[in-house]
């Protein structure tokens, strides 16, 4: 959908996402508990040390993972959600650490704050609220009464493992249980096609790599936008420009000669080549980090979820500049890419991503420990915080504060009642002297 995005206030407004991923995770939820391999594994004699699940928009299969007795370790693709917070038993700091589907970094404003603020909570309510319910339901219908809540079953979680690094988004303040180990993807570089390697040969200046993953296609990005990215293809001929372009529609009437085109290209590969100079995006974060990872500077459009965290995190950082598909013309892509182009921005990216690449472990192989230490552990819960089973009063201290609210009062109180005896006394007291002094 390229409609105009409503941001009331000129905030941005994401709260129907949390409805796309609601509806999307209910129907996907439904296919996965009536499939065929979920039964023959509830049926199977096998016992498993863990199981490796993915926490999303819907919990449902942490009910299979509970019928199977085994460890659970969590699988963000993203930044964690919302509602993943409380059964890590992990703290939400809301100054510096922005909600997903917001453009925000660890540096916001009070109206940034406001806005993040009650972008968490109401998706958090909306989603403990109206999707696990209608989960419970559904779990109900498959396994029938006797398990507990999912609400309950996903605070057994032993692990979580998110797709994040603090040199893209920042440091955050996660519970032992919650581990980074973004760019688990990024693996060794393999050699590019020969075709692919031919052009870059042919590319004295380098080239650019266009893709927007499976966000955009030709028959979804509307002419005007098309023929302003071709436009500013055609201004930058000194570079060639590689494009994945999957559709059936042909370009050659029409697209710049400096640009060729793709159904497929190997990301990764093509973005570590020396050649390749800048990187247009979406922001998806699997793009975003191999982007940083090789070093290459980004202009990013988001369109979607967290694309737009992601962006902002691209920025922020310095890996690259973001034009707002309401922007996407000839003059704003053209100058994005003449600023990331330019020899000391890239210099800075490169520096940048080394922070990223620099790891007392790679990321494969910590993710690799923490799934042995959980079997050996049973569960790890030594890990686990106990802030997963205290209510929201308890875990705000709300009562604590209440308490000493009151204590505060009551001194107040008391302060004020002795005030008005010391006036009393000091007021009898006068017109008693008063009165002494006229009977003299």
Not at 295 to 311: A, E, I, K
Not at 313 to 341: E, M, P, S, W, Y
Not at 420 to 434: E, V
Request: hydrophobic share 40%; proline share 7%; aromatic share 10%.
């Amino acid at each position: 959908n390229f409609e105009s995005e409503w941001k009331p206030l000129g905030l941005p407004f994401k709260v129907p996402t949390y409805f796309m991923l609601h509806d999307w995770g209910l129907r996907s939820c439904k296919v996965a508990l009536n499939s065929p391999l979920i039964a023959q594994l509830l049926k199977s004699p096998i016992r498993y040390d863990v199981i490796l699940l993915e926490h999303f928009s819907n919990d449902c299969m942490a009910a299979v993972a509970h019928l199977l007795n085994a460890p659970v370790i969590a699988l963000s693709s993203c930044a964690i959600m919302p509602w993943h917070y409380k059964r890590m038993g992990s703290p939400f700091i809301n100054p510096i650490m922005p909600m997903n589907f917001l453009p925000y970094t660890d540096e916001m404003s009070l109206i940034d704050r406001l806005n993040n603020f009650f972008h968490f909570h109401t998706v958090n309510s909306l989603y403990n609220m109206i999707t696990q319910p209608a989960t419970d339901a559904l779990i109900g219908q498959r396994f029938g009464p006797g398990l507990p809540p999912i609400n309950e079953i996903v605070k057994n979680t032993s692990l979580m493992m998110i797709n994040q690094h603090y040199a893209l988004t920042g440091p955050r303040p996660y519970a032992p249980n919650v581990i980074e180990v973004g760019g688990l993807q990024v693996g060794p570089i393999k050699p590019l096609p020969q075709h692919l390697l031919d052009l870059l040969d042919r590319s004295p200046n380098g080239v650019i790599y266009i893709s927007w993953g499976s966000m955009v296609n030709s028959n979804t990005l509307p002419s005007a936008k098309r023929m302003a990215l071709f436009q500013s293809i055609s201004q930058l001929n000194e570079y060639n420009f590689v494009m994945r372009w999957k559709s059936l529609e042909s370009l050659e009437d029409n697209k710049p000669s400096n640009l060729y085109t793709f159904d497929w290209l190997p990301q990764r590969d093509l973005l570590c080549h020396p050649k390749v100079r800048a990187f247009i995006s979406h922001g998806g974060l699997l793009g975003t980090t191999e982007a940083v990872h090789c070093g290459v500077p980004m202009l990013v459009t988001p369109f979607y979820g967290d694309q737009f965290l992601n962006s902002g995190a691209v920025k922020q950082r310095g890996f690259g500049v973001i034009v707002d598909f309401g922007d996407f013309d000839t003059n704003h892509i053209t100058r994005g890419l003449r600023i990331i182009l330019d020899k000391k921005f890239a210099e800075r990216v490169r520096r940048s991503s080394e922070a990223f690449r620099q790891r007392p472990i790679p990321p494969i192989e910590l993710a690799t420990w923490w799934i042995e230490h959980v079997i050996k552990n049973g569960g790890a819960p030594h890990i686990q915080s106990e802030a997963r089973h205290i209510n929201w009063i308890v875990y705000n201290s709300i009562d604590v504060l209440l308490f000493w609210l009151g204590i505060l009062f009551l001194l107040i109180v008391a302060l004020w009642k002795l005030i008005k005896i010391f006036k009393t006394a000091f007021c009898r007291g006068k017109i008693s002297r008063d009165t002494k002094t006229k009977t003299q």
